[in-house]
Nanobody, 112 residues
Framework: QVQLVESGGGLVQAGGSLRLSCAAS????????MSWYRQAPGKQRKLVAT???????NYVDSVKGRFTISRNNAKNTMYLQMNSLKPEDTAVYCC??????WGQGTQVAVSS
């Protein structure tokens, strides 16, 4: 059983940056795909970015060029560096591992 805990959310002005972290209770080496999802108020949860165990990444079009997903297997942690934030990025961000494990989420609010 893997437990995931997100941190790093907060309130930031448009154009600002935040770095989210997703810390796993155990080793993430064996976890294949890890992902960040977000859920805006009143909307469905949507995939933001994924990273495989080999380091291949994919992003939803709306964040390409602004967000960077990464993972540090030695620290059992995944990250999401978010730059040039926009008000439409406001959401609860959750991490997922191998489509099976979820964190509780961290709130990101971007003011205009």
């Amino acid at each position: 059983q893997v437990q995931l805990v997100e941190s790093g959310g907060g309130l930031v002005q448009a154009g600002g940056s935040l770095r989210l972290s997703c810390a796993a209770s155990g080793s993430i080496v064996s976890l294949n795909t890890m992902s960040w999802y977000r859920q805006a108020p009143g909307k469905q949860r949507k995939l933001v970015a994924t990273i495989t165990s080999g380091g291949s990444t994919n992003y939803v079009d709306s964040v390409k060029g602004r967000f960077t997903i990464s993972r540090n297997n030695a620290k059992n942690t995944m990250y999401l560096q978010m730059n040039s934030l926009k008000p439409e990025d406001t959401a609860v961000y959750c991490c997922n591992a191998s489509l099976s494990y979820w964190g509780q989420g961290t709130q990101v609010a971007v003011s205009s």
